[in-house]
């Protein structure tokens, strides 16, 4: 739904996925985009945070998701992509 910009039913999608599998990065990540799509970066970004926190460490995927173009100055996105960008 994400992917066809179907909002409401990707919000739908996204609390089944964190229903069934809460401890997956993928719907954290997810859930990241879908703020970040309504222009939502608080949320995108308490998202990304969590992440994070389940193991999310695809620092390639983070910087060039095309919805995450607007937060690339914000200081708290740049300290996520900076815990996971390879050594």
């Not at 609390?15 to 859930?31: G, Q, R």
């Not at 799509?37 to 998202?47: D, G, L, P, W």
């Not at 969590?50 to 607007?70: M, N, P, T």
Request: aromatic residues 12%; glycine residues 4%.
């Amino acid at each position: 739904a994400l992917r066809f910009n179907e909002l409401q039913g990707a919000a739908h999608f996204i609390l089944l996925y964190k229903l069934i599998d809460p401890e997956n990065t993928e719907n954290a990540y997810l859930s990241a985009v879908f703020y970040a799509r309504q222009n939502n970066s608080k949320e995108a970004i308490v998202c990304l945070k969590e992440a994070l926190k389940l193991g999310f460490k695809d620092y390639q995927r983070l910087i060039y998701e095309k919805d995450f173009v607007s937060m690339l100055q914000n200081t708290e996105f740049i300290g996520i992509a900076e815990k996971i960008k390879p050594q």
